[in-house]
């Protein structure tokens, strides 16, 4: 079972109840065997109870951010660490520990996309957890350089947000020239890695959503890519900012999300800067290793959390041991 829900949103279970079965149909067709295998293991092993946030209250003090009541529904992730990341951007931890969860409740439905295409719930869900579905089928989740270039520099989901964050990048007067060039093609960067996300769960969308009759047009599918190029005064440098158009222009719906998720052999920045070109080279020998929501929240209010966690494998290994050399002299004895 992959498409699976544990919240307690009555409507929403009843309906993934009444849609399950199809949708698990979809994944099966659309990742393979091999694929589906995989994010049964992956959904099994970090999907919980607590991976559901249910209340606005909640999702603010987990952020620690003042979301209104007007939030749509959200894909919530976690990377528990600080990536090293030296000054030409390249990664210098081996690990990652990152948790995924959601927001979803009758109201952040109500102000969601979803909502203008289906009167189902279940269809806001769909959304969130196909950007769940590609990030755990990936070797290493290429939203953690979204994560840690929008961390770094601001967030920028919109067009007016990234034109204001470049503007303040020039008026910064503590930054050289250099430093603003680069946090300029970061700011571009984290936006159009943020267009591609969307777009690409959205085409998924649509492949899951037509297996439970509900019609999910893409407006955007099969016109040509458009760039802004605007000037960065300060430095007479020029941007191109992604603005419309397909990103995946001339690929079918499939061949769109198996790039995706093998977007270390596909994916390509659209400027080359090599801070970007090392964050991503360094971003593809990381290993990543998911656990459940439930535990992010724990070790995150809790710093000694891993410290306690790691003593206690320790301990449980140590026992493990000592049963086995307990077994092995035994047998010893008994041959005697
Ligand atoms: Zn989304």
Known sequence: MVFVYHGHVPELAKQVEETQWRINQRYLEIFGNEGYEKLEQAVNRILTPESYVESIDDLKKITGEDFPETTPSKFLFACLMDLKIDKD?????????????????????????????????VASYIHEFDHFVPMVLQKTPLYLAHAYLTNNIGTAYKLEDLTETI???????????????LKVSLAS???????VWEDSTRILDK??????GIDAPLPFRGKKREYLYGTFKPLDMIVAIPNGGDPFFGMSDLEAVRR????????????NISYVNNL??????????????GQVLKESQDPNHV???RRKERKRMQKVAEEKLREIRKKKGGGK
């Not at 439905?109 to 289906?118: A, D, E, L, W």
């Not at 270390?264 to 920045?269: I, M, Q, S, V």
Request: one cysteine or more; aromatic letters at 12%.
């Open 89 to 121: 951007g390249r990664i210098g931890n081996k690990n990652a520990r990152l948790g995924c969860g959601f927001y979803i409740t009758e109201n952040s439905f109500n102000h969601s996309g979803s909502s203008h295409i289906s009167d189902q719930i």
């Open 167 to 181: 503007v303040k990048i020039g008026e910064d007067d503590a930054l050289s020239p250099d430093e603003k060039q």
């Open 189 to 195: 960067t984290a936006y159009a890695l943020f267009d």
């Open 207 to 212: 492949l899951v959503l037509e297996g439970i």
């Open 260 to 271: 995706v998720v093998n977007w270390e052999t596909y994916f390509r920045p659209a400027m």
């Open 280 to 293: 991503y080279e360094t971003l593809k020998n990381l290993r990543p290793e998911y656990i459940p929501f």
């Open 307 to 309: 410290k306690k966690e």
